[in-house]
């Protein structure tokens, strides 16, 4: 199995920065995309980035240009710059991974338990 544990979540000031980090262990052959999502009460879950194994990387619409994913292959993690962190920005965010394990010859997503950011105005 694998597991996906984040870290860096917290209470942060409108106009802050925090960094989000994701990492992934269990039976890992290789992992393909990587990413953050995020859900704040009442609202759907929506993408905030991925990254390929590659280094290819996609943002939404509303960090583009604040937010930095990156990854560290060697650890099996992610990370989430967030810069310039707005009310808006308040939310669970959950960590995601497209993994393909020992026992398997398929890659499967799988998901952290998610980290609470707070944002005060």
């Known amino acids: 199995q694998v597991h996906l544990v984040e870290s860096g979540g917290g209470l942060v000031q409108a106009g802050g920065s925090r960094r989000l980090s994701c990492a992934a262990s269990?039976?890992?052959?290789?992992?393909?995309?990587m990413g953050w999502y995020r859900q704040a009460p009442g609202k759907q879950r929506e993408l905030v980035a991925t990254i390929t194994s590659g280094d290819n990387t996609n943002y939404g619409s509303s960090v583009k240009g604040r937010f930095t994913i990156s990854r560290d292959n060697a650890k099996n993690t992610v990370y989430l710059q967030m810069n310039s962190l707005t009310p808006e920005d308040a939310a669970i965010y959950y960590c995601?991974?497209?993994?393909?394990?020992?026992?398997?010859?398929?890659?499967?997503?799988?998901w952290g338990q998610g980290t609470q950011v707070t944002v005060s105005s």
């Open positions: 995601n991974a497209n993994v393909r394990i020992y026992q398997s010859d398929w890659y499967r997503d799988y």
């Open positions: 269990g039976s890992i052959f290789s992992i393909n995309a």
